[in-house]
């Protein structure tokens, strides 16, 4: 007696389809599955076994053999454990067999209950373009799966109410398409909370309005770290596209909330300075992603960037760069996106007050030195905008009068936003930070006052290329704030004076 069900895998952000093939032929009771599965998918024995039998169902006392198929593809995690209770009843005649065009997915709990699963998005995504029509899966995970379009998502609770529906006794209803709601998000943060700063303020609405890397330095209890929580509430909203990358980065990770759709709120991670370079780039014998993947379409915050491990901040050179990292294994190798705006701050020293106007630092010119070594040339290089962080006076702080909302600052950096849109459509980017050089010479027109403060600052400062690169790209962002189509002297002064922080704490540089 044989049965086949069709079933998903997935790898990384990609999903597959597998073949469950169930046989039951006589000899002695035995259950063995086949097919290249990990420890995870192995143990579905076990659970499928109890699950049947407390769900009200006999076990076959029959040899059973399982098969995933394609059998050359590892599978993992406990997604098969329905298809894997179907297909075997099926082979033994106590259920009709499924269509090929219905897929299922799902966790057995012992007593028939079907738990949630992760990765269900790229699957959801693969059986579409598989051709696949239904997709039955945990309840939990109905509204993820019901973003693709044009599939019928059936949401299932337990086995027995799966079998009915199979059987034709009591239908499940498939869940109606999972619109996605902008104002589903809450309410952020808001930059009217930072008093003075102004300076600080304004770069953060410059690294907002082109997605620009941006470094905060000063003492302790300045408000870096409040800066750079209250980044996203200036942020322009996710696109659908943008939503649907990053649901399924954190649908494989793990961590998307169970019963929510597509994401609505761009990420803000703020991983602890102990964080290990696999941490942030990704791993693990199944590729799983890192914090700069997590940190896609949004905002990755490193707070107290020295103490991070040299390591660790050297991984994410190439993926500033980039767009992406790939995780290279032994068996096989995942490309995960990283798109993201790097914000990051640390103290000037190891006490934190060199340069206060009213406490004395305490730190040898020697420990400051091996603090600030610890920020390598190049990865400096790739943050554009360096941003000094004083102490703030007592009538700011104490004054009633709030800062500037995130709505006042969020309009100007939409309509930047919009600029760029309208300027760069077809291209294959949407803001300033993605500019390549050729498009910088096509869109970063200069007048002649700007070019020649350009290349003086160019001579005088001893700008590497990628420097004079994103000085220009953060001038763009400065007269896309104001309105100018082209890039005159108070632009390229403005984003040139985010660029000599660098020149006062590492001067042997």
């Avoid at 002695?28 to 599955?33: A, G, I, V």
């Avoid at 033994?92 to 299922?104: K, M, N, W």
């Avoid at 701050?345 to 406490?359: Q, V």
């Avoid at 040339?377 to 703030?392: A, M, N, Q, S, T």
Wanted: aromatic fraction near 6%; hydrophobic fraction near 40%; include cysteine.
């Amino acid at each position: 007696m044989y049965a086949r069900v069709t079933s998903l895998g997935g790898f990384a952000l990609d999903g597959f389809v597998v073949t469950v093939e169930a046989d039951l032929s006589g000899g002695l009771p035995s259950f063995e599955l086949v097919g290249l599965p990990d420890s995870a998918v192995k143990e579905s024995r076990d659970r499928v076994r109890s699950a049947l039998k407390n769900a009200g169902f006999r076990y076959p006392v029959s040899r059973i053999t399982v098969n995933l198929a394609p059998a050359d593809i590892k599978k993992t995690g406990p997604v098969y454990d329905l298809p894997v209770l179907l297909a075997i009843l099926a082979a033994e005649g106590a259920l009709p067999a499924p269509p090929p065009e219905s897929a299922f997915l799902g966790e057995l709990s012992l007593d028939g209950a079907v738990r949630s699963i992760n990765g269900v998005l790229p699957m959801a995504r693969a059986a579409k373009a598989a051709g696949i029509t239904a997709l039955f899966l945990p309840e939990e995970n109905a509204a993820e799966a019901a973003v693709v379009e044009e599939l019928a998502v059936y949401p299932v609770r337990t086995v027995n109410q799966l079998v009915d529906h199979l059987c034709k006794t009591v239908p499940i209803e498939p869940v109606p398409p999972t619109p996605f709601d902008l104002a589903a998000g809450g309410p952020m943060e808001d930059l009217a909370d930072v008093r003075g700063q102004l300076e600080a303020r304004r770069a953060l609405e410059i690294a907002a309005a082109g997605h620009h890397n941006l470094l905060f330095i000063g003492p302790p209890g300045t408000g870096k770290s409040m800066l750079a929580r209250r980044l996203p509430s200036i942020l322009p909203p996710l696109t659908r596209e943008e939503a649907i990358e990053t649901t399924e980065i954190y649908s494989i990770a793990g961590l998307l909330e169970r019963g929510s759709g597509l994401m609505t709120r761009r990420p803000f991670r703020s991983p602890h300075h102990s964080v290990s370079a696999m941490g942030l780039s990704g791993g693990g014998s199944v590729p799983r992603p890192g914090e700069v993947s997590l940190a896609h379409n949004g905002v990755l915050f490193l707070d107290e960037l020295p103490e991070f491990k040299r390591d660790a901040l050297e991984i994410l050179r190439q993926p500033m760069e980039d767009g992406t990292v790939t995780v290279s294994r032994v068996a096989a190798s995942a490309t995960f996106p990283c798109r993201f705006m790097l914000v990051a701050a640390m103290n000037p020293c190891p006490c934190g007050y060199f340069g206060h106007p009213t406490r004395q630092c305490s730190c040898t010119p020697s420990a400051i030195e091996r603090y600030l070594q610890r920020i390598s040339g190049p990865l400096l290089d790739r943050i554009d905008l360096h941003v000094e962080v004083p102490p703030v006076d007592y009538e700011s702080l104490a004054g009633e009068a709030p800062g500037e909302s995130s709505a006042a600052v969020y309009r100007r950096v939409a309509a930047a936003r919009a600029r760029q849109r309208e300027r760069y459509a077809g291209r294959g980017i949407s803001c300033n930070a993605q500019l390549t050089p050729a498009l910088q010479r096509e869109f970063c027109p200069l007048t002649p006052a700007a070019d020649r403060l350009m290349r003086m600052a160019f001579e005088r400062m001893g700008l590497s290329a990628r420097s004079w690169g994103r000085v220009l790209k953060v001038s763009r962002t400065i007269a896309d704030l104001d309105g100018d189509d082209n890039i005159d002297v108070a632009h390229v002064s403005e984003a040139i004076q985010y660029r000599n922080l660098d020149r006062r704490y590492w001067h042997t540089r």
